[in-house]
């Protein structure tokens, strides 16, 4: 914001130092027309404010808008010829007062984005002696709202991380004053063992995480034979499986095929289907099926199990959320697996679905692009380029 403001301010002095003090004679360009109180944007400064990506005013000596750039009227800060930020105008008229540059940052509510308010970073400063005034304001919302999850995944992760490694340390001190109990030790050892698989499901899931977030859509994709991924899936839980007595159904992949990384897309199913095993109870059904329709191959996974509120549908993908987080740390669960399978069908050009109703089940979809459509789509992006060069 700084470096933008002050590569602004320097353009629009230099602007009003040259041909406004200088020769305006010289410059054969149609001005703005005049206010009635005689004031009139100096030339050049409106094609610097339309460059601007950020929201840029400048006011008059009456507070009244002499230009804005196209951003300032979309969010609402000026119309017409008002600033209609009470916040803005008033620290508009104090730079004018004593010509001292200040800056803030306010908080706006844009009823155009939504009910949530739009975060500004601002700076006023005088043009000159002129009595104009420049306000900038650069839109941080997004760049907040990366902060605060960012925030959030440090402090998820520490505590994911402290409860494994705290429980190791306190598991080795009981077996060493236990030493003696051989029973004992064997009991704390095997709860050694949960802890410390725990903690390695934790950080493999971070490396996968990193790994594909933020990826590009593979530019080579190989092609993957649902078949095979389908079955590996299913055999990965088999033993929980029979141990709630789920019956494990899969059905319609044979011969199904799709672009993709066999791996990557292995490691997604086998997310949804060991959540659907965990959050069902006993003698339920858990169904993986593969369905083609004109433009995609989709992979559902469906449970009967407890389902999830309406309320934590839109989050369930975010890092470390959890509906229920004492049943989630009881089936063993990371927190990270739907993450994983939301980035990992980015990767692919694709997307996951879900529905859900309490008491009734969930069913998560893998929706991925047909191999022909997937092969059109990159004949005609190569075209576009050839045609482009």
């Known amino acids: 914001m700084t470096g933008i403001f002050g590569l602004v301010t320097g353009i629009v002095f230099g602007v009003l130092a040259g ?35 950020s929201s840029a005013v400048v006011l008059d000596s009456a507070d009244r808008v002499l230009r804005a750039s ?5 969010f609402g800060i000026v119309r017409g010829e008002e600033l209609v930020i009470t916040e803005l105008l008033a620290l508009a008229r104090q730079v004018r007062r004593d010509g001292v540059i200040r800056e803030t940052d306010i908080e706006v509510a844009v009823r155009k984005f939504g009910p949530d308010a739009t975060s500004f970073a601002v700076r006023v400063a005088p043009l000159g002696g002129t009595g104009l005034v420049l306000v900038l304001a650069e839109d941080q919302t997004e760049h907040r709202r990366v902060e605060a999850v960012r925030r959030d995944f440090v402090a998820n992760i520490s505590h994911e991380l402290k409860t494994p490694v705290g429980a190791l340390s306190l598991l080795a001190e009981t077996v060493q004053d236990a030493s003696d109990d051989p029973e004992a030790v064997r009991r704390f050892t095997d709860r050694m063992q949960t802890e410390a698989s725990r903690l390695t499901a934790v950080i493999q899931d971070l490396i996968t995480l990193s790994r594909i977030q933020g990826a ?13 991924v389908v079955e590996e899936a299913l055999d990965s839980v088999r033993m929980p499986a029979d141990a709630k007595g789920i019956e494990l159904v899969g059905s319609g992949a044979e011969g199904v ?15 949804l289907v060991a959540n659907a095993v965990a959050y069902s109870p006993k003698n339920t059904r858990v169904a993986v099926s593969v369905g083609v329709s004109r433009t995609s191959v989709d992979i559902s996974v469906a449970d009967q199990g407890i389902g999830i509120p309406q309320q934590d549908l839109e989050r369930i993908f975010e890092r470390f959320y959890r509906v229920d987080a004492a049943r989630s740390r009881a089936t063993g669960g990371t927190g990270l697996g739907l993450a ?19 008491g009734s ?29």
């Open 19 to 53: 041909p406004f003090f200088r020769a305006r004679a010289v410059d054969r360009r149609t001005p703005d027309p005049p206010r009635p109180d005689g004031s009139t944007l100096p030339p050049g400064i409106a094609e610097v404010l339309s460059a601007l990506p």
């Open 70 to 74: 196209s951003a300032a009227r979309a």
């Open 216 to 228: 590009e859509p593979m530019a080579e994709p190989t092609r993957v034979d649902l078949g095979p």
């Open 257 to 271: 095929t799709v672009l993709g990384d066999e791996g990557l897309l292995g490691t997604a199913l086998r997310n």
């Open 340 to 358: 994983i399978v939301k980035h990992i069908m980015t990767h692919h050009r694709g997307e996951v679905n879900v529905w859900s109703k309490e």
């Open 361 to 389: 089940g969930s069913t998560f979809t893998l929706r991925l692009p047909r191999p022909e459509n997937r092969g059109a789509e990159a004949s005609r992006n190569t075209d576009r380029q050839e045609a482009a060069q």
